[in-house]
C-alpha cells in the first residue's frame, strides 16, 4: 500500500540519497479527476521503480493526485513506497488530507469486496462494526441494515445488486471515518426501502470508483 506523507524540507533526501523529483503546477482540467488519475499514471510510468518520490505541485493538487496515486498502485507491483509532498505547512497540509485519506480507505475496502467470493465479503460488511456502525441482518428479508448514528436519519440509501451494495459500503464506512454529523441509514440486498436514494447498477469498477468519488466530494 503506498504510503503519501508530507515534509517542509526542501531538500528531502531518503537514506542519504537524494530522492527524484516530480514537479507539476499546471493541469488543464484540474476540476476533472480523471486528469489526475492519468497524471498518476504517468508518475507511476516514470517513478514506479523508485522507493521514494518527492513531488512538488500546487497546494489545491495535493489531495487529488494523493488519492489517484493511491487508486493506481492499488494491484500494481512496484517498488515505489513512499511519495512525499513538499508543503509550506506540515499541519494545515496533514489537516487537509484526513477526508482523502478516509476516502482511500473506503475505495480500498470496496475493491477489496469487489474481488471477494460472495459469502465472504458479506461476511466481512458484517464486521464493519468496529467503526461505530450499528449492522443487522434480516435473514427473513435476506436484507442488511447498516445504521450510523440514530434516528430520526438524515439520508437513508438503499442497494440491490453486489456492486451498487458495495459502492453504498464504501460511502458508509467513509462517513463512519470521518464521523459525519448526519444521520445515516443503508439498507443492503431486499426489497426497496420508501423514500429511499437507490444506488444505481454499475458496469464496471471505475463506475463504482467514481460514483464514491462525487458523492464525497459533492
Same mark, same amino acid.
Given at each position: 500500500?503506498?504510503?503519501?506523507?508530507?515534509?517542509?524540507?526542501?531538500?528531502?533526501? %531518503?537514506?542519504?540519497?537524494?530522492?527524484?523529483?516530480?514537479?507539476? %503546477?499546471?493541469?488543464?482540467?484540474?476540476?476533472?479527476?480523471?486528469?489526475?488519475?492519468?497524471?498518476?499514471?504517468?508518475?507511476?510510468?516514470?517513478?514506479?521503480?523508485?522507493?521514494?518520490?518527492?513531488?512538488?505541485?500546487?497546494?489545491?493538487?495535493?489531495?487529488?493526485?494523493?488519492?489517484?496515486?493511491?487508486?493506481?498502485?492499488?494491484?500494481?507491483?512496484?517498488?515505489?513506497?513512499?511519495?512525499?509532498?513538499?508543503?509550506?505547512?506540515?499541519?494545515?497540509?496533514?489537516?487537509?488530507?484526513?477526508?482523502?485519506?478516509?476516502?482511500?480507505?473506503?475505495?480500498?475496502?470496496?475493491?477489496?469486496?469487489?474481488?471477494?467470493?460472495?459469502?465472504?465479503?458479506?461476511?466481512?460488511?458484517?464486521?464493519?462494526?468496529?467503526?461505530?456502525?450499528?449492522?443487522?441482518?434480516?435473514?427473513?428479508?435476506?436484507?442488511?441494515?447498516?445504521?450510523?448514528?440514530?434516528?430520526?436519519?438524515?439520508?437513508? %440509501?438503499?442497494?440491490?445488486?453486489?456492486?451498487?451494495? %458495495?459502492?453504498?459500503?464504501?460511502?458508509?464506512?467513509?462517513?463512519?471515518?470521518?464521523?459525519?454529523?448526519?444521520?445515516?441509514?443503508?439498507?443492503?440486498?431486499?426489497?426497496?426501502?420508501?423514500?429511499?436514494?437507490?444506488?444505481?447498477?454499475?458496469?464496471?469498477?471505475?463506475?463504482?470508483?467514481?460514483?464514491?468519488?462525487?458523492?464525497?466530494?459533492?
Amino acid at each position: 500500500m503506498l504510503e503519501i506523507a508530507f515534509s517542509q524540507d526542501k531538500n528531502c533526501q %531518503f537514506l542519504g540519497q537524494k530522492c527524484p523529483v516530480f514537479s507539476l %503546477f499546471d493541469v488543464d482540467d484540474a476540476k476533472n479527476f480523471a486528469s489526475f488519475r492519468r497524471i498518476a499514471q504517468n508518475i507511476l510510468l516514470q517513478y514506479g521503480k523508485k522507493r521514494v518520490l518527492i513531488v512538488r505541485v500546487k497546494e489545491e493538487y495535493i489531495n487529488d493526485l494523493a488519492l489517484a496515486l493511491c487508486l493506481a498502485t492499488y494491484l500494481e507491483d512496484l517498488a515505489l513506497e513512499t511519495v512525499v509532498f513538499e508543503v509550506d505547512n506540515l499541519q494545515v497540509a496533514s489537516l487537509n488530507y484526513q477526508p482523502y485519506a478516509a476516502l482511500t480507505n473506503a475505495l480500498r475496502y470496496m475493491r477489496d469486496l469487489y474481488r471477494m467470493e460472495e459469502k465472504e465479503a458479506f461476511a466481512d460488511i458484517n464486521r464493519l462494526g468496529y467503526l461505530g456502525l450499528e449492522i443487522y441482518r434480516d435473514y427473513f428479508h435476506k436484507q442488511i441494515s447498516v445504521k450510523w448514528k440514530n434516528k430520526p436519519f438524515d439520508k437513508v %440509501f438503499y442497494a440491490k445488486n453486489n456492486l451498487s451494495v %458495495f459502492v453504498l459500503v464504501a460511502l458508509m464506512k467513509y462517513w463512519a471515518i470521518v464521523k459525519s454529523e448526519n444521520s445515516i441509514m443503508a439498507y443492503l440486498g431486499g426489497e426497496n426501502v420508501d423514500n429511499a436514494i437507490v444506488i444505481p447498477d454499475f458496469l464496471s469498477e471505475d463506475e463504482m470508483i467514481d460514483y464514491v468519488i462525487n458523492m464525497v466530494r459533492g
